[in-house]
């Protein structure tokens, strides 16, 4: 059965004008992506954020108001308006694209109303530590939606739906402070302690009446905007048994199994294996561990260990529930996460993830049309041609030539569905040089030449599919069938 390989576009950057157009932008896009090959895109959070048109979702104040209501300052949000985004998503599934809502459950921000509460101020580097004897704060922990006016739901958020805050009105201080009489979940991740904290006004998800709330958002959500799936924010900051229990009541209230990504962000595998055993209801996790593998080498002034580029990573370890990534808009520079791979070897990257049999590659909005705010160029013409590269040749068995620090190589057989299929692969992050490497009898007797354009001369493969596969210094090639049908 002919089968096109799966690819993911992060469709949204941090730095993205706030012109409230991303949505009406998404409809000109649709029938390019599909032509590329790319089968899912991933849209930015849709609600109200406290920040208005500036807020780029993750300041959630109403996950009711997909940009309806005039609530903090605007009706529309950074992205555009309801109808819009509605439109977005209908726009892109009608070309076969997926399409993944970003939810974040995590915290709310932009509270309407102060209320005075008793709290202990907690360490910062160990959460499960007091700094002192409790004290009364005034927190910003009253949410109303007055703009809303009830419409869809009638539930407000108070101090008690909350287990802490990030700052005290009445001392004007900064911090972590957890309320008189709450905990901080033992189901989250164990850094600092316990990250149950992350920003803003965390939401307590052992409140029953907040888990009853967000289910029936998470049912009114799908519903509505028929999404094909979602990406989870910050679950190593939630207790893990809610969206364990959120996910499976929303595939039962359905009936079918809504496909699932999840963003923990560690660098620990085992912990992202953990997760994954835990709540089988979390088709895929980012794999964290190699987006660092990426940034070290990168930094390596080629002294990297090329041939263990994919060791300790989620990839390696769980390949089919793996999204592979270079970067995204946490990890872009100014970010809290900031980890950006260097611009040299961000095709280097790319070419990993989206050249090989295993894993779902993801491509991010900054690569593909480049950050001014930060100076960082558009890689779109090499992305444009690994897609095409990825959708009409990356099939067949693979091979690994993994066997010397700096350069490193694999090939694909090709498959009898892919007329053409099949490629090598070969990159260094140190000196130029050759490779012997087989691609098999699909392109056996056959001319490739670098589709990167970085080598010039064709490679020559022979009756049993043999040949020598070029590289330059600190690049990347890609060999493929030179008279292939698809103009690549």
Not at 286 to 293: A, E, R, S, T
Request: proline letters at 3%; a negative charge; one cysteine or more.
């Amino acid at each position: 059965m002919k089968e096109t390989n799966r690819t993911m576009m992060q469709y949204f950057e941090w730095y993205m004008p706030n012109d409230c157009n991303l949505w009406k932008n998404i409809a000109h896009k649709t029938e390019d992506f599909k032509k590329l090959g790319i089968t899912d895109v991933w849209l930015p959070p849709a609600y109200k954020g406290s920040g208005g048109t500036y807020d780029t979702g993750y300041g959630v104040y109403d996950l009711y108001d997909l940009g309806e209501f005039d609530q903090k300052g605007t009706v529309r949000t950074k992205y555009g308006t309801k109808d819009e985004y509605l439109k977005a998503i209908k726009s892109l599934q009608a070309n076969g694209i997926n399409v993944l809502a970003d939810i974040v459950l995590n915290h709310r921000m932009g509270a309407d109303e102060q209320e005075a509460v008793i709290a202990y101020k907690i360490n910062p580097d160990n959460r499960n530590e007091t700094l002192g004897d409790y004290q009364t704060i005034s927190a910003w922990t009253k949410f109303t939606f007055p703009g809303r006016n009830n419409q869809y739901n009638d539930f407000k958020l108070d101090w008690s739906h909350f287990t802490s805050i990030d700052y005290d009105d009445i001392s004007k201080e900064t911090g972590i402070y957890r309320f008189y009489g709450k905990h901080f979940s033992d189901e989250v991740d164990k850094e600092r302690g316990n990250f149950d904290y992350l920003m803003g006004a965390d939401v307590d998800f052992n409140n029953v009446d907040v888990v009853k709330n967000l289910t029936d958002w998470g049912k009114w959500y799908y519903d509505l905007t028929k999404v094909d799936g979602f990406r989870l924010d910050a679950v190593k900051h939630i207790r893990s048994s809610f969206f364990k229990n959120w996910l499976s009541e929303l595939n039962r209230h359905f009936n079918k199994k809504i496909y699932t990504i999840g963003e923990y962000y560690s660098v620990n595998v085992d912990a992202l294996l953990w997760y994954l055993d835990y709540n089988e209801q979390v088709d895929a996790l980012f794999d964290v561990p190699l987006h660092i593998n990426f940034l070290t080498a990168s930094k390596g002034s080629g002294f990297y260990d090329m041939a263990q580029i994919f060791q300790n990573t989620l990839i390696d370890r769980r390949p089919s529930k793996t999204i592979t990534f270079v970067d995204n808009h946490d990890t872009e520079p100014g970010q809290a996460l900031e980890s950006w791979v260097e611009q040299w070897f961000r095709p280097l990257a790319y070419a990993m993830i989206m050249l090989r049999e295993k894993g779902i590659p993801c491509i991010f909005y900054g690569d593909y049309y480049g950050v001014p705010e930060k100076n960082i160029p558009s890689i779109k013409d090499f992305l444009d041609k690994m897609l095409l590269v990825r959708k009409y040749m990356a099939y067949g068995d693979e091979h690994d030539y993994f066997d010397h620090h700096d350069i490193i190589g694999w090939t694909r057989e090709g498959d009898y569905y892919h007329q053409d299929s099949g490629l090598a692969c070969i990159l260094t992050d140190g000196p130029g040089g050759s490779k012997m490497m087989n691609v098999g009898k699909n392109l056996a007797n056959s001319v490739l030449y670098d589709c990167t354009g970085n080598v010039k001369e064709p490679v020559y493969v022979d009756g049993d599919g043999n040949g020598i596969f070029y590289v330059n210094g600190g690049s990347v090639s890609v060999w493929i069938k030179r008279d292939n049908m698809y103009g690549i």
